[in-house]
């Protein structure tokens, strides 16, 4: 092995390396700017696209119909939710001029019932 190596040398001509280095960053600055014209291009074109009036598919017709008939279905069951709703206030006896008891709470296990319909209360119980 020698101690002292000889120096590479690549280019002879110091300006001969800056003039390639000059031509390859020119090429390189050039694709980028085409690069850039072209998305911008492509943006410009994906901000105004042009709709062109097509008749609805036989599916969406059928998912709008089925959407629809879905809509005036809940809306039935919501005025026949407010018809009850209406009925039941109607016919509450406080408007009668009786005094209405509260409805029991509802019962939870281990509990004596306070009201009961039939003769008997029975205590509940549970195992487990």
Not at 53 to 60: C, D, L, N, Q, T
Not at 90 to 102: A, C, D, E, F, H
């Given at each position: 092995?020698?101690?002292?190596?000889?120096?590479?040398?690549?280019?002879?001509?110091?300006d001969a390396a800056v003039d390639l280095?000059?031509?390859?960053?020119?090429?390189?600055?050039?694709?980028?700017a085409r690069k850039i014209k072209m998305r911008?291009?492509?943006a410009s074109a994906r901000a105004a696209p042009e709709h062109h009036?097509?008749?609805?598919?036989?599916?969406?017709r059928l998912e709008r119909a089925?959407?629809?008939?879905?809509?005036?279905?809940?809306r039935a069951k919501r005025d026949k939710a407010k018809m009850r709703k209406n009925a039941r206030a109607?016919?509450?006896?406080?408007?009668?001029?009786?005094?209405?008891?509260?409805r029991p709470a509802r019962q939870?296990?281990?509990e004596m019932p306070s009201e009961h319909s039939g003769g008997k209360t029975q205590k509940r119980v549970t195992f487990g």
């Open positions: 092995m020698a101690r002292n190596p000889k120096k590479k040398h690549f280019v002879e001509d110091k280095a000059r031509s390859v960053a020119d090429i390189v600055e050039e694709n980028a911008r291009t492509k009036a097509r008749a609805p598919s036989s599916k969406e089925k959407a629809a008939v879905a809509a005036e279905a809940a109607s016919s509450t006896p406080s408007q009668n001029g009786q005094k209405v008891s509260p939870t296990s281990g």
